[in-house]
């Protein structure tokens, strides 16, 4: 559990890979920036942190079809150290249908070599949505806008609950 009660959900296998592709021309000590992803089955919402890993802002919605080539570039050019993907539990904190699509997606991120984390999802579509709504965009207009915004709202849970304060060690 974080300090906010929120639940961390970690694979095994994400947490004794290295960070990102051997092969980059930055080291691991300077990639900074966290990448959250949004998936969906037509459209990935993208949130990227700072650089201070304080603020996550939306960044893109990319289609499901593009999405090897899109984040090998933002990797490299946002000095990406990890990806942390939403992961949708039911209400009783379950894993549903949805969460073993989620999976398999995660397998293929595991398997380009890519350091990746889960989190917690619950309500982000329905927040980014009411969001929204409450700034004058119609449910029509909101397409494309909903799936990066729940991507900010799941990024920000995750980088609120793992902040490093300065002289005090990393949450775990």
Excluded: C
């Excluded at 990746?116 to 965009?137: K, M, P």
């Amino acid at each position: 559990m974080s300090p906010r009660g929120e639940k961390l959900i970690s694979s095994p296998e994400s947490s004794s890979r290295k960070p990102l592709k051997s092969h980059s021309t930055r080291s691991d000590s300077e990639r900074s920036r966290v990448l959250g992803l949004d998936w969906g089955e037509k459209r990935i919402g993208v949130a990227i942190s700072d650089d201070e890993l304080r603020l996550a802002v939306g960044y893109a919605v990319w289609p499901t079809g593009d999405l090897l080539a899109q984040l090998a570039s933002t990797v490299e050019s946002e000095a990406v150290g990890f990806i942390v993907v939403g992961y949708p539990l039911t209400l009783r904190g379950e894993a549903g249908p949805k969460a073993r699509q989620v999976d398999r997606f995660i397998q293929t991120l595991l398997r380009y070599g890519y350091d990746v984390r889960r989190w917690d999802e619950r309500y982000t579509t329905q927040d980014a949505s009411r969001s929204l709504t409450n700034l004058g965009i119609s449910q029509r207009k909101q397409r494309g806008k909903i799936d990066m915004s729940a991507a900010v709202l799941m990024l920000q849970s995750y980088l609120d609950a793992n902040r490093v304060e300065e002289g005090s060690p990393r949450a775990g």
